[in-house]
Nanobody, 113 residues
Framework: QVQLVESGGGLVQPGGSLRLSCTAS????????MAWYRQAPGKERELVGFISAGGSTNYADSIKGRFTISRDNGKNTVYLQMNSLKPEDTAVYYC???????WGQGTQVTVSS
């Protein structure tokens, strides 16, 4: 059974930073490509970016240069470092094993003054 658990969300002021974590269990994490998605109120879920098993990354244009995805295979964890946050980054953020049906429960990020 695969489980993905996100953490690290919260309320932050515009221009601030947050780091989200997603810890996986139940499979061999190190060989899995991982992705972060987000869903804002009233909008469809959108891809934030993904990281390959080897550590290569790819990002959506809307967050490029502000967000960074990394992974620690020893801890079965993938991270989303978010800097220079904007109100439009407010959403529930989800991690997933890319191309699989496995998703975390999501963590709320709210950017507001």
């Amino acid at each position: 059974q695969v489980q993905l658990v996100e953490s690290g969300g919260g309320l932050v002021q515009p221009g601030g930073s947050l780091r989200l974590s997603c810890t996986a269990s139940g499979r061999i994490f190190s060989i899995q490509p991982m992705a972060w998605y987000r869903q804002a109120p009233g909008k469809e879920r959108e891809l934030v970016g993904f990281i390959s098993a080897g550590g290569s990354t790819n990002y959506a244009d809307s967050i490029k240069g502000r967000f960074t995805i990394s992974r620690d295979n020893g801890k079965n964890t993938v991270y989303l470092q978010m800097n220079s946050l904007k109100p439009e980054d407010t959403a529930v953020y989800y991690c997933t094993i890319r191309g699989s049906p496995y998703w975390g429960q999501g963590t709320q990020v709210t950017v507001s003054s």
